[in-house]
């Protein structure tokens, strides 16, 4: 998996909701660190995180992580 694009992903749906990086870590349970690291690219996303921020972005986890687009 591209990290550098999933975590671009995630900000994008995660703006597209109107949600700030505080508050969506807080809905998955995270530290404000985790989720930068994630959205910068510099973390990999594990499953079970992946699904979470998902869920509370109310998509699935397929359109976080194909990146064939």
Partial sequence: ???K???LRVRA???LKGYTQQELADYVGI???V???VER???HLEGKILN???DVLEISAAELTDISE
Avoid: P, Y
Wanted: glycine fraction near 14%.
């Fill in 1 to 3: 998996m591209d990290t």
């Fill in 5 to 7: 694009r999933i975590g």
């Fill in 13 to 15: 749906f995660r703006k």
């Fill in 31 to 33: 530290s404000l660190a």
């Fill in 35 to 37: 989720l930068g690291a």
């Fill in 41 to 43: 690219g510099n973390r």
């Fill in 52 to 54: 979470k921020i998902a």
